[in-house]
């Protein structure tokens, strides 16, 4: 996810795409565009958001899935780690599990 959603530049969810999820996907785009204003003026910014404003970008999603706190390379440890201890793992069943029965 990090190497897909890392660029601060790329929109995932524009003004007029907020409204897909909800019961005013079928409404005209003008009724967007409008709705998208009142947005605007009632959150008393001074943003003006329409509906090519971008509003989810791929550092907002990665702080969604709370993917913020460790590096490409603690998690490429992680990964190797795992390796070693599912390797660990195997190296016991055989021990254990298939034990020379013939006489």
Known sequence: MRSEFNDPTKCFRRGS?????????NVSEDVKARMLGNLSAI????HNVTSSTCLTTGLDVL???G????????????IVAWG??????FYLSLLLGSKNKRK
């Not at 795409?17 to 996907?25: I, L, Q, V």
């Not at 959150?43 to 001074?46: I, K, L, P, R």
């Open 84 to 89: 070693f201890f599912y390797r660990f793992l």
């Open 63 to 65: 702080r969604e899935q």
């Open 67 to 78: 993917i913020t706190d460790l590096d490409k390379w603690m998690y490429l440890l992680i």
């Open 17 to 25: 795409e907020m409204f897909d999820d909800t019961p005013f996907r």
């Open 43 to 46: 959150s008393g910014t001074n």
